[in-house]
């Protein structure tokens, strides 16, 4: 009998796969627009039989929000050590995120009601966004800062740039976003 132990491959053949898909994808997207990738493309450009993508995510739209997904897992920006600061960066590194080519329709992608039946990926967009923020305020904690509540964070500071996002209200100065850092760190008493 064979050994079921060995069926995943971690590592292996189907993670070079998944690389070069996710990578082809980007690179379509940069170059022409999340809104002209199709499956049959990013199998051209990874070179990979279109069947193997639609048996894994089945649509561009599933693709696309799997790619997202794997972004914002491999990059967080690093704390500091100062509150103020480390909202700053988080914040900048939020809209860095979305702005970078394609980071909208990732973004789009991921929390689509035709692709999040379920609504996990909304769920875990929330829950990654909400444990970069988490991070400096767990930090500042341990130093013996005043901190606002992850809720007011969110309400205050993420919420206005993905408002932006989602409704296509361009926001591409990053002092937009270190003032609703300001505001929220002034109306809590968090010294400059």
Known sequence: MPDRSKASRPGGRSARVRAAVHQATIDLVHEVGA??????AVARRADVNPSSLYRRWGTTSALLADV?????????????????????RAAVWSLADLSRPGGVAFFRAEVAPDVDERRAGLRECLEQVSTRFQAALDSATLRGERTPPLEQVLDRVVAPIYFRVVFSIPVTNEEYVRSLVAELCDSVGVSP
């Open 35 to 40: 809104d002209k990738v199709t499956i049959p």
């Open 68 to 88: 997202a997904a794997q972004r914002r897992q491999e990059s967080t920006p690093e704390l500091l050590g100062d509150l103020r600061k480390d909202l700053e």
